[in-house]
């Protein structure tokens, strides 16, 4: 019987409007579900020092997952870094000589990926990589490309930080945006798209809500109160109708 015990958020395009404001009513949800006793951890393509701080004035676990997976921090001190940085930099390096308008992005430091301008073609640039045999991958999160190791994705980051809470990834309901979610989609126990989501990204979540942006971020809180029941026996292949306005995708 899936038993949900956490919820891996996303965080631009799920709860701010792209790389802005967060959006306050859905933190207050947050932190009413940490209240009730849910992990609420956030896994997110920033800087995971930004996700902890986020983590630290709502009240939410205090284990964030960033670098689309590549770093866990647990406290101002503690980092798990996953992997080591140095090919994401030979690739910006061979990218930068090679392609015209490769730009880093103003970030916050990175410890394992390198960040950058959505300027120019994935495809092209993973061309260039996979001649050259570098294990890294671009992923696109709407708000900038990362050039990962290709070992990292968020999921992976996940399951390192809910092994330090005891919780499994099936436990987990995943709630995203955008690409860089799809490995949360297809890893944790449910999993819920938000409408910002383009149909490829819906196509791989359980279910996907209209609202974008925040407003959809409490439509999926929501629809998580609503369909708790339902959604475990899905989550166990038990058939069951789900009673709201969201599309069903699986
Ligand atoms: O930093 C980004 O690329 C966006 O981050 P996200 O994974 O929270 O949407
Ligand atoms: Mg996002």
């Given at each position: 019987?899936?038993?949900?015990?956490?919820?891996?958020?996303?965080?631009?395009?799920?709860?701010?409007e792209n790389?802005?404001?967060?959006?306050?009513?859905?933190?207050?949800?947050?932190?009413?579900?940490?209240?009730?006793?849910?992990?609420?951890?956030?896994?997110?393509?920033?800087?995971?020092?930004?996700?902890?701080i986020l983590?630290?004035?709502?009240?939410?676990?205090?284990?964030?997952?960033?670098?689309?997976?590549?770093?866990?921090?647990?406290s101002p001190?503690?980092?798990?870094?996953?992997?080591?940085?140095?090919?994401?930099?030979?690739?910006?390096?061979?990218?930068?000589?090679?392609?015209?308008?490769?730009?880093?992005?103003?970030?916050?430091?990175?410890?394992?990926?390198?960040?950058?301008?959505?300027?120019?073609?994935?495809?092209?640039?993973?061309?260039?990589?996979?001649?050259?045999?570098?294990?890294?991958?671009?992923?696109?999160?709407?708000?900038?490309?990362?050039?990962?190791?290709?070992?990292?994705?968020?999921?992976?980051?996940?399951?390192?930080?809910?092994?330090?809470?005891?919780?499994?990834?099936?436990?987990?309901?995943?709630?995203?945006?955008?690409?860089?979610?799809?490995?949360?989609?297809?890893?944790?126990?449910?999993?819920?798209?938000?409408?910002?989501?383009?149909?490829?990204?819906?196509?791989?979540?359980?279910?996907?809500?209209?609202?974008?942006?925040?407003?959809?971020?409490?439509?999926?809180?929501?629809?998580?109160?609503?369909?708790?029941?339902?959604?475990?026996?899905?989550?166990?292949?038990?058939?069951?109708?789900?009673?709201?306005?969201?599309?069903?995708?699986?």
């Amino acid at each position: 019987m899936m038993k949900v015990r956490a919820f891996a958020i996303d965080i631009d395009g799920t709860l701010t409007e792209n790389g802005s404001k967060v959006h306050l009513q859905s933190l207050s949800m947050l932190r009413a579900l940490e209240r009730s006793g849910y992990r609420v951890l956030f896994v997110t393509g920033r800087s995971s020092i930004e996700a902890y701080i986020l983590a630290m004035f709502l009240g939410t676990t205090r284990v964030a997952i960033g670098e689309n997976g590549g770093v866990i921090t647990t406290s101002p001190t503690e980092h798990i870094l996953l992997v080591d940085k140095g090919y994401s930099e030979r690739a910006y390096e061979l990218l930068r000589s090679r392609i015209t308008d490769v730009r880093l992005k103003p970030v916050f430091p990175r410890m394992t990926e390198v960040v950058l301008e959505r300027t120019f073609s994935i495809d092209d640039a993973m061309d260039i990589i996979r001649k050259e045999g570098l294990p890294v991958v671009i992923v696109d999160s709407m708000y900038a490309y990362h050039i990962n190791h290709e070992s990292i994705n968020k999921a992976v980051g996940l399951r390192v930080a809910l092994d330090n809470l005891g919780i499994r990834l099936e436990e987990c309901i995943a709630i995203g945006d955008s690409a860089t979610d799809i490995p949360l989609f297809l890893s944790c126990g449910y999993s819920i798209a938000i409408g910002n989501a383009d149909d490829e990204v819906k196509s791989m979540a359980k279910v996907s809500v209209k609202g974008k942006n925040g407003n959809g971020l409490i439509e999926a809180l929501q629809y998580v109160v609503d369909n708790m029941v339902e959604m475990v026996d899905d989550c166990n292949g038990i058939s069951s109708s789900s009673n709201n306005n969201s599309n069903s995708n699986k």
